[in-house]
């Protein structure tokens, strides 16, 4: 029960960089910035990894489930995942912190 992995996209295009693409850029369009989406992505991602090792979990006890490591391997991207939220929260609250030590 193994997902194919999708192809990874840069997370800015490789075009020319003028103040109309980098406002483009920012924003997406319900108005959320590419940090936030990096975020919601990121969120999202646990949610869906935790409730593949759930369902993984109740096929395993309930004697459903053939292959008895599918539950490691989703344990184990569900704890990817979460330590990668960790992660970019920690990196967030770095860049924030080292902002406000700024002198303008």
């Known amino acids: 029960m193994l997902t194919p ?6 997370l800015t295009p490789l075009n020319v ?40 979990q109740y096929l395993l006890t309930t004697g ?12 184990y991207k569900s704890q990817t995942a979460v330590n990668m939220l960790v992660q970019l929260r920690n990196k967030a609250q770095d860049a924030y912190s080292e902002l406000t030590r700024m002198n303008f």
């Open 64 to 75: 459903q489930l053939d292959n008895p490591a599918a539950t490691m391997i989703a344990a």
């Open 17 to 56: 960089d003028t103040k109309e693409s980098r406002a483009k850029e920012t924003a997406s369009p319900e108005g959320e910035s590419i940090f936030g989406a990096i975020f919601r992505s990121a969120i999202d991602n646990v949610k869906e990894t935790d409730a593949e090792f759930k369902e993984s």
């Open 5 to 10: 992995m999708e192809k990874l996209t840069p």
